[in-house]
């Protein structure tokens, strides 16, 4: 059961911290884009091409600055959620490690680690939610 546990905890926390860096991402097919068009990079001699339009609605400066915002708290909370679960996590296990079988100690760490694992859940649910808000209702 721990080990499925630790697998879970280690897949959200791999998932948050992946989708977190996102926050920050550029565009490789362009370098600067003014109005919503390309002037600079590999796109800014073919505007046109189907690759270079589907990087600029995904990098270009004609989305809702709104929703660039919205996009990017959300993931640097989902990162910092997700660094302090994991740093629980690591707490919760030294807790287990120096109870010396004291009882109190060992359900004390079991609910750290119960409470930061559904905190993690939590946390992608609630980034999940702000994302497709984000992406799909505000224009």
Known sequence: MSKIILFLVGLVSLV???LSSSAFAYSPLCSKY???VCTTGPCANTPGSAICKEDAQQYGSNKNPINNVLQTVSNIMALLT???AVGMIIGSGLVM?????????????????????????VVALAWSFVTFVVQ???Q
Do not use: D, M, W
């Open 16 to 18: 948050l911290i992946g």
């Open 82 to 84: 997700g660094l302090v």
């Open 34 to 36: 003014e109005g919503g």
């Open 97 to 121: 490690t120096t109870s010396g079988g004291n009882p109190e100690r060992v359900k004390k760490a079991r609910a750290i680690l119960q409470a930061s694992i559904i905190g993690l859940i």
């Open 136 to 138: 799909n209702l505000i």
